[in-house]
């Protein structure tokens, strides 16, 4: 093996029910999460949501099986990549839930690593998740004393080897039934229009993503009755992206839809409780006749594929 390692950054999720307040709290202490300037008013407003969403939030987690299904997809996708990579070390790094940054940056100057990689398993990048994982991990690496070289990638949602893992869950999750029968829904977790507003790429990210996935449907002679995006997860009365996937499933009702989860990469609660479960219900009292969700590309050899030529990219 030689001296270099990739590290996957995700935004983590509970490994048991106790950790669920962990979760929270460190989610809502993120400065790229709540952008108030006041570090205590942050602190005081991230203390009252933890405290009235934590036990519903472990009802959720309770019924996922006591645990956030991203733990164990990420585990399998490390592993596979290692398999695929051998001569490279893999691990992962989580920014809410352990394992954090210190205790991988501690592995890696055990392997007396000399070149990182950091690859977030976000396509898109956004302030929330990508800019947030990437300063947690430098900070942690600048106060370890670790005496590497940092190489960071940002967004991949052209991949085109990634793209084809997407296109091939999207006909996964048709589960044998023609594409034309359904209206395929592209949903990405929402952000508040005023975090857009500021800058965030986020939404252009993810509008021209789903421009190229069109194409390439298309180019594949795959035809779904209209393909659309929506944004899912809102909370509070602030303005947030839209149109919000509640919406589309409206203006879409009696039909049979397919949702995709395009702002993530491995399967979470978002995408097996919330779009699983809650939006299920939804579509129901709508009167849809078929709701599907697929699945993220997860450990899909396609991915791992993207992710080997990713890496081959940021060396040179």
């Not at 309770?62 to 592993?79: A, N, W």
């Not at 023609?178 to 395929?184: P, R, V």
């Not at 709701?291 to 992710?307: M, Q, T, W």
Request: charged share 25%; aromatic share 10%; proline share 5%.
């Amino acid at each position: 093996m030689n001296k270099e390692a990739i590290i996957l950054l995700n935004m983590g999720g509970p490994n048991n029910l106790s950790e669920v307040e962990m979760f929270l709290k460190n989610m809502f202490n993120d400065p790229n999460i709540l952008t108030m300037k006041s570090g205590a008013m942050r602190k005081f407003v991230a203390t009252m949501i933890t405290f009235f969403r934590t036990e519903s939030s472990q009802e959720i987690y309770r019924q996922l099986g006591g645990k956030s299904p991203i733990v164990g997809h990420t585990e399998k996708l490390v592993e596979a990549l290692q398999e695929a990579m051998p001569e490279v070390y893999i691990d992962y790094v989580m920014r809410y839930t352990p394992p954090f940054a210190p205790e991988v940056i501690e592995k890696l100057k055990d392997k007396e690593i000399e070149k990182v990689f950091l690859i977030p398993l976000y396509p898109q990048y956004s302030t929330t998740t990508t800019k947030s994982s990437l300063e947690d991990f430098e900070e942690a690496f600048h106060d370890s004393g670790l005496d590497a070289i940092l190489l960071e990638k940002k967004h991949y949602y052209e991949l085109p080897k990634y793209n084809d893992a997407v296109i091939e869950r999207i006909v996964e999750g048709l589960q044998g039934d023609k594409a034309e029968d359904y209206h395929l829904i592209f949903s990405a977790h929402g952000l508040p229009q005023k975090i857009v507003d500021a800058g965030d790429p986020y939404q252009r990210h993810v509008e021209r993503h789903v421009e190229l996935l069109k194409q390439k449907i298309e180019d594949k002679g795959i035809h779904f009755k209209n393909i659309v995006l929506a944004y899912q997860s809102k909370v509070g009365p602030m303005a947030w992206l839209k149109p919000s996937l509640e919406t589309m499933l409206e203006k879409t009702r009696n039909e049979d839809v397919l949702i995709y989860p395009i702002a993530f990469t491995i399967d979470n609660s978002e995408t097996d409780f919330e779009l699983g479960v809650e939006y299920k219900e939804i579509a129901q009292e709508l009167g849809f006749k078929k709701y599907k969700v697929a699945p993220c590309v997860n450990n899909h050899p396609l991915f791992v594929e993207a992710l080997q030529e990713l890496y081959i990219k940021m060396k040179m």
